[in-house]
């Protein structure tokens, strides 16, 4: 039996070793943390639980089919829930945009913006149902492994005018600032600044329309054990709390791999959840081929990072939905400024996550459990002090919510604590801090991003956010069944 070691247990490694597991490769997963998930961590603090993230589950049908390969049903391991409205967007003039896919109530909602872009919508929907065909339907689960892969796909990326960007589109469609603003705030949540992402991400519009957005009671965490569940009922194997400290070749192949703890064993083929940095420059530091790689990956452009203030209060808020983007004064302005200026701006745009509303058991009774998260510069562009920085801005930005949202806050906190840039490099190895690895530019998408398969080893493979498609749930799962076919083509 061919033996596989997918390092690190973040949706994508979780779903590449499902795969694997399921097509007869015994898989083995080995985690650095105590816990697996990855970036999709998680807390309990008081009775409290809370998700480090991801929290916006998208295109459930790419997580079904992880368990129905081996005639197996999600609904086995986790209960998914039904969010609605998808999110509430908020502005500080008080103006609210409650987003979901409900067309009475979405038209209804641009009629209160501007009815003039009804209209205007109507065929933005058009094109991004067109992008979500071309782009996700077609490319996002298959690797780009040459430049011909890439002119193959060029004449549907020069139909959709891929050079623009997503704010660009959406501009050509609305009018109206607000509503251009809802329409392609969503890059952020890949890690895309939307006045820079290609335009191709305005699928995510219609993969939100078509598949909803849900939450799996108990929180994202549960989602993860769902997983690992599956995987071990399948027979696969994970290690947790012993991190991978070499990934040792010979010649051109990989040969096994070495964890702190200095248990070793032997695989036929590697692939790499990590870090993409990390992986070649520290994993695969002693061949040729991970110095190489890492000085290259260097030069190339990172999506910034987060901080997340995770707090726990007394009372139920049933007025605040279960996701809010509480947009601030200014939107290309501060995006220049966490994106190119690296500043930490005095006012900034939020996402809020309330989960408690659609699952009253992740808090106590009588409790409401938050995160509210701040994209902020990566380390690279913002190398400040965040022990000293971080409890002041965790507390400007519980400021603006209870300015916003909840007056009496800083009375009602039983419990927080916040997660900084240091906290991606120093738990994830992320490089630079970065919360979702290269930025997805056009110009770093496909075969422009790190290959499923090493080019030079190549029993070596990656999954993750780093590897075509790129972030989120969805395009992390998408990279796991690019990576899997190649690897089931190579060793079966």
């Known amino acids: 039996m061919k033996k596989a070691a997918v390092i690190g247990s973040g949706f994508g490694g979780l779903a590449l070793a499902i795969r694997l597991q399921s097509a007869g490769i015994a898989t083995t997963v080995i985690e650095g943390r105590d816990k697996p998930g990855g970036r999709a961590y998680f807390w309990e603090k008081g009775g409290f639980t809370f998700d480090a993230g991801p929290t916006v589950i998208t295109d459930p049908p790419c997580l079904e089919e ?4 081996s005639g197996h049903h999600i609904s086995e391991d986790v209960e998914l829930m039904p969010v609605m409205p998808f999110y509430r967007l908020n502005w500080p003039d008080g103006t ?8 009475a109530s979405l038209r209804a909602e641009i009629e ?15 094109y991004s149902a067109g992008v979500h065909d071309e782009g996700y339907l077609k490319l996002g689960h298959k690797a780009f ?18 050079w623009r960007s997503v704010y660009s589109i959406v501009s050509s469609f609305v009018k109206n600032e607000k509503l251009r603003e809802a329409l392609s705030f969503h890059t952020l949540l890949v890690g895309g600044n939307p006045m820079k992402t290609s335009s191709i991400y305005a699928l995510i519009h219609k993969l939100e329309k078509d598949g909803g957005v849900w939450f799996a009671k108990g929180g994202t965490n549960k989602l993860i054990a769902g997983m690992v569940t599956h995987f071990e009922r399948i027979g696969g194997t994970i290690r947790l709390d012993d991190p991978v400290t070499e990934i040792e070749t010979m010649g051109d192949k990989v040969t096994g791999v070495v964890t702190k703890s200095g248990w070793r064993d032997t695989f036929d083929a590697v692939a790499s959840n990590a870090d993409i940095v990390h992986s070649y420059r520290d994993l695969l530091g002693k061949s040729g081929r991970g110095k190489r790689a890492a000085a290259s990956l260097k030069k190339k452009k990172f999506s910034p990072s987060l901080f997340v203030a995770h707090f ?14 509480l947009f601030g004064p200014r939107y290309k302005g501060l995006l220049d400024d966490i994106y190119d200026h690296g500043v930490l701006s005095k006012d900034f745009s939020l996402y809020l996550h309330h989960p408690t509303v659609t699952d009253p058991s992740m808090a ?20 400040i002090d965040w022990k000293e920085m971080g409890p002041i801005y965790e507390k400007r930005i519980l400021d603006e919510i209870g300015h916003r949202l909840i007056p009496d806050i800083h009375e009602r906190i039983v419990t927080s ?36 398969r090493d080019d030079a080893i190549p029993n070596m493979y990656f999954v993750g956010a780093g590897t075509h498609p790129g972030a989120g749930i969805p395009g992390v799962v998408g990279s796991a069944k690019a990576t899997a076919a190649l690897m089931l083509e190579d060793m079966l």
């Not at 609210?96 to 067309?103: A, G, L, P, V």
């Not at 726990?312 to 939905?321: A, E, V, Y």
């Open 312 to 325: 726990g209060i007394k009372g139920d808020w049933p007025g605040i939905p279960h996701h809010m983007i």
């Open 96 to 103: 609210n945009f409650d987003y979901s896919n409900d067309e």
């Open 364 to 383: 106590p009774p009588g409790h409401s459990t938050f995160y509210v998260l701040s994209p902020v510069p990566h380390q690279g562009k913002l190398p």
């Open 66 to 69: 992880l368990w129905a390969l």
């Open 417 to 452: 604590f916040h997660y900084t840039p240091q906290d991606f490099s120093n738990d994830l190895n992320a490089h630079l801090g970065s919360a979702f690895s290269l930025e997805p530019l056009l110009t770093q998408s496909a075969y422009f991003r790190t290959h499923n």
């Open 145 to 162: 492994l040459d430049f011909a892969s890439m002119i193959k796909a060029a004449p549907a990326l020069m139909k959709y005018q891929a």
């Open 112 to 126: 209160k913006l501007n009815p003039a872009d009804v209209a205007g919508y109507e065929k933005f929907l058009t």
